[in-house]
């Protein structure tokens, strides 16, 4: 959960006798537990109540069998993908917030909430007042395509949500890939430095959308290579048809070299941790540099 | 021309909720009116409907409602649905179920449904008095999809994965018949091979009492004698809802697939009476030239038509429309088919009642009898002369007519053909 602010409470309007029986009855399937904390928060406007208000409210308007998933995953889990939330479902799920939290949610806000996290830092935001987070730039297979060097078949990211430091990217296993034919026969695994090659895809793609120098140079893509990763672990085996979640943090960064931590998670399940993943680069325009 | 057979049934209706039921009660003339109290308010008049049972579908809410555990739906697709779409979705598993069909045989670019209900007043009352409380943007987001009169299609093309053709009609009362003729079009000129016929419609408040203002509705007090079409005594017609699948099927996938029949349809036809917005023409003249264009499109003569299902609701007006344009198409020829209406026994269902009439007539033939003409004291006087049976009799009809009229003069007239 975001919680930039020391925000603790915010105001509330008080709720008449008939809008406490009309919230009553909206959510009269959400457990006890999260009703007593909307009718708290509706009280007190205490934000400390918000997350766990969050979970309740989208837990209502999930199949029981992957409620248990939602509530043992990290805040990347998608709603959509992992939680198979049609856009139906999506709006349901708004109309119950809104109502629980006395906020107005419009369109273009509910098109950028893809996972648990986007909707907790939004909804804390909302309910604070504050300005919405600014979520990182969205970009499909297309804009990844046109900015990094690699190509299928050895692209292995779907889309990509680039932040400052950071990016979040996404690779679904299809099961056509090449290389799980003999990896292994008869028993498709991803192999892991297949997936150590997606962080690392993950990582170029960072930094040539986000990095520039002193002179306003860009990170020239062809010029980026591998040179290092340290302590890797593989904690799951990733088949197809799984989606790999992929992060990479910017820990250190001076030219010619760049440092990254990565992780893969798959359903908020971790599948693999890379603590610093290096690579070389150059700017653009800077001939023999490296 | 591809000749078209009938191959599944399936019911949700005042009568019984599965074809034995229904039979049992057809065949012994047991009726499905009860005092229903959602109707019993000061300012209404009217008491007696003929509800739908073992469904509790009175909260707005669908995962409030209980229904029979046969059935296990879904939180993600009963949240579209309106009760009668949860009647429809019964009944169309029932005749799948009854017609042998596999997944594979439903969903398929040869498969099509074409559906008949007025939507649901009482959803959409309800949603735009939310609206109005709680404004616009705090609509529930499926209101419209399971409240309007398409919603039968909206939700059973989704669930079924229906890929051939699919549109709903709204000709009120005569709906469900010109979606039998449409779709036994479909059959006959090879467009699909096979179609699945749904009727249904909400049995509420919402649904009953509007038909109060035009007097169109029985107000006896009493179940057993409140529907008594062609009775001299009629007051009016006693509400009911449901739903009923007839499932219609070209030969060669009858062969194909190896299942028996109900029988045969022959033909339809349908004319309007261009007179008035609700009232039948005095002389039945549209559902004369529906009757006589079925019979042509049938190839058949009049006395070969052994009984006619009637439209006769028990309306004083509509009855006696009807009974005078049978008179006129029947009886020049001194061909004397046995009428009666099955409304006594199961009420009127609106868009349903065409194909639930239909099923009807097709079950009763495969068993050998023809239903009676339930709870008639007093003949009514313009039926005199007419073979308008009081008691079921064991017979096999050969050729069934069965016929429907709606609002604004929409008449429809179906064939069948025992086989």
Sequence with gaps: ?290 | MARVFITGLGYICSIGNDQETVVHNLRNLKHGMALFPPVNVPDSPVRVVAPVREFEVDSLDQEDWTYPARYKIRRQTIRSFSPHVLYAYCSLLQAIENAELKEVDISNKETGIYTASGGSIRFIYHHLRRMEKRGVMRCNPLNIISSIAGTLSFNLVSHFKIQGASTGFASACASSGHAMGFAYDEIQRGRQKRMFVVGAEDCNFESVVPFCGMRALSLSLVPDRASRPFDQTRDGFVSSGGAVTVVLESEEEVERRGVPVYGEMVGWGQASDGHNVAISHPEGRGLESAMLRALGDAGIQPAQVEYINAHAPSTPIGDRSEVQAIRRVFNPGETRPMISSTKALTGHGLSLSSVLEAALCLSAQRQGFVPGSAHIQQLMSEAEGLNIIRQTVNATPTYILSNSSGFGGANTSLVFRHV
């Design chain 1, 1 to 290: 959960m975001n919680s930039g602010t020391e925000i603790d409470t915010v105001a509330v309007n008080p709720l008449t006798l008939e809008e406490r029986a009309d919230l009553e009855e909206s959510l009269k399937r959400c457990s006890e537990e999260t009703r007593n904390a909307v009718f708290e928060f509706r009280e007190t406007g205490r934000v400390g109540l918000l997350p766990g208000i969050v979970i309740g409210l989208i837990e209502r308007f999930l199949e029981p069998e992957v409620r248990p998933q939602l509530r043992s995953s990290d805040d990347s889990i998608r709603l959509v993908d992992d939680l198979r939330i049609d856009s139906l479902t999506m709006m349901e799920i708004v109309v119950l917030v809104e109502e629980a939290l006395d906020i107005s949610i419009d369109n273009q806000e509910l098109r950028d909430l893809r996972t648990l996290d986007d909707v907790s830092c939004f909804i804390d935001a909302k309910t604070k007042g504050l300005p919405l987070p600014q979520r990182g730039r969205l970009f499909g297979i297309e804009a990844i395509g046109a900015a990094v060097p690699h190509r299928p078949p050895f692209l292995f990211l779907n889309e990509a949500r680039v932040e400052k430091d950071t990016a979040i990217g996404t690779y679904t296993i299809t099961g056509e890939e090449d290389f799980l034919g003999g990896h292994f026969p008869g028993n498709p695994i991803m192999p892991a430095s297949i997936m150590l090659e997606a962080l690392g895809q993950l990582a170029v793609f960072h930094l040539v959308t986000t990095q520039k120098n002193g002179t306003g140079s860009v990170v020239d893509s062809s010029k980026v290579l591998f040179t290092s990763v340290e302590a890797v672990r593989c904690q799951r085996i990733c088949l197809p048809g799984e989606t790999l979640t992929l992060r990479i943090k910017l820990k250190h960064m001076r030219h010619p070299l760049a440092m990254f931590e990565g992780k893969i998670t798959v359903n908020g399940e971790s599948a693999a941790w890379a603590e610093e993943i290096s690579l070389t680069f150059d700017w653009v325009g800077v001939p023999g540099a490296h």
